[in-house]
């Protein structure tokens, strides 16, 4: 289950606090909606991806900020598998809540679960985000994944939509321009972000001699086990490994 929340009243108020200081300091939509993933990665003791949908003016979903390549590789998986958490919940005629405590014991997903379960993800929650202009209607959501199974209690999902309603907020503020120019950085980001850790793959599958998948894995671990974003570790060892190397050696 999620961490207990009982005595930890106080910090979260603290962070909560600290998020409010840090979004009346953010100066665009996606610097708002990239405190509200990160804060919701630190708030929420089992969390281990966070990523925030939209839905275009052109109705296609894309995930413009999230903690981890490996949550927008997850949620652009729904996009195309017209299925998941954030696929259901950005959906403006679905459920305002989507989870799941345990993908290996659920068919909610068919297609789409046994592709978050390889990439190690056992517990999901996503909730949607819907403006106060728009009551009832959601233009994206709040995605959360674990590596745990019922990993996202009760407790959590509360926090979660408080967190969501922030989001909603900096959402309902935002121009269809400003909307388009989130999708189209977060397209061209996405890019980016894709070559950095396929030339990164290509380094530690030659030094290693290892599969791609294999690869990939060592890149996540080390995330995880330095706490920086896997384009991050990947972008480092793209651009540092001869230094690396030498050493190395």
């Known amino acids: 289950m999620g961490g207990d929340h009982v005595g930890e009243v106080g910090t979260l108020g603290e962070q909560f606090t600290a998020l409010t200081h840090e979004l009346q300091e953010a100066h665009t939509v996606a610097e708002v909606l990239q405190h509200v993933v990160d804060a919701s990665k630190a708030m929420v003791p089992d969390a281990d991806l966070v990523s925030i949908t939209l839905l275009g003016a052109d109705g296609q979903l894309h995930t413009p900020v999230e903690t981890d390549a490996l949550a927008t590789e997850l949620d652009r998986l729904q996009y195309e598998l017209h299925e998941g958490p954030c696929y259901d919940a950005a959906d403006p005629d679905g459920p305002a809540i989507a989870n799941c405590p345990d993908l290996r014991t659920h068919d909610l997903w068919p297609r789409w679960a046994p592709e978050a379960e390889q990439r190690g993800m056992i517990s999901v929650l996503a909730t949607a985000l819907i403006p106060a202009t728009t009551p009832g209607q959601s233009v ?74 294999e690869a990939f894995q060592l890149l996540r671990e080390a995330s995880q086990q330095l706490n920086v974003k896997l384009v991050e570790v990947a972008r480092t060892l793209t651009t540092r490994h001869q230094e690396l190397d030498g050493t190395a050696s």
């Open 140 to 213: 994206g959501a709040l995605n959360v994944y674990s590596g745990r199974p019922g990993g996202l209690d009760q407790a959590d999902r509360n926090v979660l939509l408080l967190l969501a309603t922030h989001a909603s907020l900096a959402v309902s503020g935002a121009s269809a321009f400003t909307r388009e120019q989130l999708q189209r950085t977060q397209f061209q980001q996405a890019i980016g972000s894709r070559d950095v850790i396929g030339q990164a793959k290509g380094i530690i599958m030659a030094r290693r001699g290892v599969s791609a998948d």
